[in-house]
């Protein structure tokens, strides 16, 4: 164990093996939660200023966005670099950009090993991904240093929980039978601008801002928000809730259907609201140098 409580190599093996064991649920739902994270897709590519020749480093791609959007903007002489923990994920991006003919290439790598030289992109986006850094001060003094001197950091981090059923219901109501988790990253780890403003700072970014920007995803019924929820919650959390015995992972399920009805339009669709904080920042000359 170390000092924080956890053990960060065992959290990086089970990271990756929880994004590949719902790498096809995420597959299955992709379309529909595209829809639902458009607004932040559309933020960062704004807040990036892409260009054609632009160099794009995108962290934590997952299934592909931005990085394939970026691609599409920064062609023909440009290139987009994209980067996730997870073989599986990196597979679906890479099916997803096959034939696009966009300058975007896919590769299984972990942001707090990556070997590159400094000033190789003028952008980099994360989008949902920053918050599992496990040494998140080291992983955005790396990032402002692989930037050129006026590149942009444009990501997305999930604000509070309370604020965020889309992603946090499921999760709060399964494990509320559950023994209390460790602290560790996770996904509401920057959920406070402010602090996430005062680490940015502190990691050398200037013209620092963050803005919050509303999502939702939508269900034609509760029946189907719950077969989201069993293809995209982690197996380790499902696995724990079967192991409280029958009759409470039956009531964990029949307490997550009546959550979610609160969110039902009578019998019908289902709309699960979310809250991104979306964050800019910049490199300037004097920020870019080692240090």
């Keep these: 164990m170390t000092a924080v409580g956890y053990d960060p190599v065992a959290f990086k093996a089970e990271q990756r ?15 529909r939660y595209e829809r639902a994270a458009a607004p932040v897709t559309a933020w960062l590519l704004r807040a990036a200023d892409l260009r054609p020749g632009s160099r794009v480093l995108d962290v934590g791609s997952g299934a592909g966005e931005p990085a394939i959007s970026a691609g599409r903007l920064v062609a023909p002489t440009g290139r ?3 980067i996730d923990l997870a073989p599986e994920m990196v597979d ?4 997803c950009a096959d034939g696009l003919g966009h300058p975007i290439e896919f590769t299984e790598s972990d942001v707090e090993s990556l070997n590159l030289p400094a000033d190789s992109f003028d952008v980099v986006f994360s989008r949902w991904a920053l918050m599992f850094a496990v040494d998140r001060p080291r992983v955005l003094t790396d990032l402002r240093h692989l930037l050129a001197p006026g590149g942009v950091l444009a990501a997305a981090v999930w604000g509070p929980p309370e604020a965020n059923p889309m992603t946090s219901l499921a999760f709060r109501t399964l494990a509320a039978d559950l023994p209390p988790a460790p602290e560790r990253p996770g996904p509401f780890s920057m959920s406070d601008a402010a602090r996430t403003r005062a680490e940015l700072v502190v990691a050398g970014f200037t013209e620092v801002t963050t803005e919050p920007v509303p999502v939702a995803m939508r269900f034609t019924s509760v029946e189907e928000y719950l077969s989201y929820a069993r293809d995209v919650t982690p197996p380790a959390v499902l696995a724990a809730v079967r192991r409280c015995g029958g009759s409470a992972e039956r009531r964990g399920w029949e307490r997550l259907a009546a959550r979610a009805a609160r969110f039902a339009d009578g019998d019908g669709p289902v709309t699960l609201p979310g809250l991104a904080w979306c964050l ?3 490199v300037t000359p004097e920020s870019g140098r080692p240090g």
Excluded: E
Excluded at 92 to 95: E, F, G, L, P, S
């Design 92 to 95: 679906r991006a890479r099916r």
């Design 17 to 31: 093996a929880a994004w590949n064991a719902v790498s096809a649920g995420w597959a299955f739902w992709q379309d």
């Design 280 to 282: 800019r920042a910049r």
């Design 80 to 82: 987009v670099l994209g």
